[in-house]
C-alpha cells in the first residue's frame, strides 16, 4: 500500500510500507456496529502543517533563549518524542543547566511530551498553555502510528531532511514502546485490515481535496522494519463483503489515555500548569523562566506570523466503544477509516477543503456518510 491509499483511505493517513504476514487469527474479527445512531461525538482538530517540516531550532529573544518546536502536521503524536529530544539538546547546548525550570508553552502533544522529556533530563517545567487536554487539537487526532503523515512538502524533503526525520521516528517509536502494558492502555498494537472493491493494483480514484494538497513524500519505506509484515487475505479468511482484503498490524495510542498519564506524570514530577494566552511574543519577556519552548501548534502560525504553516482541518466521528473490535480498517478508494480505540470506534474520513481550512465547525453529514460507506462492509 503507498502512500496515496492511505491518505485516499482516511484523514490519519496510515501508511503502511509493506503489508502483511502476521500470524494466522484463531477467530474472525467481530462486526463493527456502524450506523449514524451510534455516533456519540465528533471531533474536529486542526494539523499544525509546515511545509519545511516541523520547526526545531533555537533563537535569543528578548534576552532569553527561545526554542521553537511546533509544525509537526499529522505525525504529531507519532513524532513527539524524538522531536522532544531534538528541543532538549538545543536548550542544553544554549546553557540551560541541570535543575533550571523551564517554561513550555502549548499542552498538546508536543508540550506535554517536551514538558516530560525535559523532566526526565532532571529539569522542572512550568507549562503555560491557553487550553489543556480534551480542548486542545491533539485530542481530535486519530492515533495512529504514522510519523510520515503531512510532515513535510516533497520539495522540502532533501536527502538531510529525510534522515534527520527517520532518526527522530525511530527516537520516538523506542520511547512509545515504554508505553505499552499499561492498564489504561495509552498505546497499544492492533491487527487491521486493508479492504478494497478492485485489486490493489488498480489505480486510486484522487481522494476529496487532492488536488488543493502539496506533494509529500513516501517516507514510510525508511521505516519499514518497524512494524510487522502484513499479508494478502484469502476469501473466508475474513468477514468482509469486499474482494479484496490485506492484514497490516498497527502502533494505535489510546489519546484521552495517553494525555490522562502524560499530565499525571508531569503533576507527579513536580511540573505546574498555568492556563495564559500569549496576545504577542513580547509577553515572553514578561516570564520567569530564561529558556522557553514554544510548542503552541497551530498557535504559532499566528502568534509568530509563520507563513510555512497551514492549518489541515480534520473530523472524526466516536461511535460507542466496541471492546470486542479489536482490529482497525481501511477502505480503499472509499476514503474511510475506522480505529479500535477504549473511549469509542473511531470513524474518519477525508474532507474536500481540508487543507488551508480552520473551521472546527463539525460536519455531521460528512461524518454520517463514512459511517454508512463502512456499514455496507458489514
Ligand atoms: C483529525 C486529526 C487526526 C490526526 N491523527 C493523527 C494520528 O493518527 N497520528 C498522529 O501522530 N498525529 C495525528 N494528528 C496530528 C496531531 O494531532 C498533531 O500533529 C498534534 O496534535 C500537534 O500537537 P501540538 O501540541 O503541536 O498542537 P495542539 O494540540 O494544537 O497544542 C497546542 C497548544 O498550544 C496552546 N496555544 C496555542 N496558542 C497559544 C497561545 N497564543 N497562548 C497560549 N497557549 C497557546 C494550545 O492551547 C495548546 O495547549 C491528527 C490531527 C488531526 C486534527
Redesign the pocket.
Known sequence: MNRRDLLAAG??ALTLPALALDFAAPRPPAAMRVSADRIVDIAV????FRAQGPRIEAERRFGKTLVHH?G????????SWGTAQRALALLQASGARAGERIAV???????LTTARTLQQAGHKVRL?????PPL???S?????W??D?RIVTSAHASQAWTADWESMARASFKVHQGYLGLPSGPVEWHDGYLVADEGFDAPLPAYPGHASEPDYPDLGGRIADLRPQGRALGAGEHPFRTPHVRRFTQLV?NIPAYQRLLLDDFARDGGELVR????SPHEFARLPERHIVN?????ART?LGDDGMTPVR???AHLVPQPEVDYALIYRGQNVVALPRRDGLLV?AMGEHDFGNDDLRPDRAHSEDAVRRLAGLF
Open positions: 484523514g490519519a482538530g486542526i494539523r499544525p511546533y509537526h502536521g499529522g505525525s504529531g503524536w507519532s513524532l508553552i502549548g499542552c498538546g502533544a508536543i508540550g503555560y498553555a491557553k487550553d489543556r486542545v487539537h491533539s481530535a487526532a486519530t492515533g495512529l504514522t510519523p503523515s495510542f495564559h494566552e500569549f496576545r510548542c503552541m501548534g497551530d498557535g502568534l480534520g473530523q472524526t474518519a
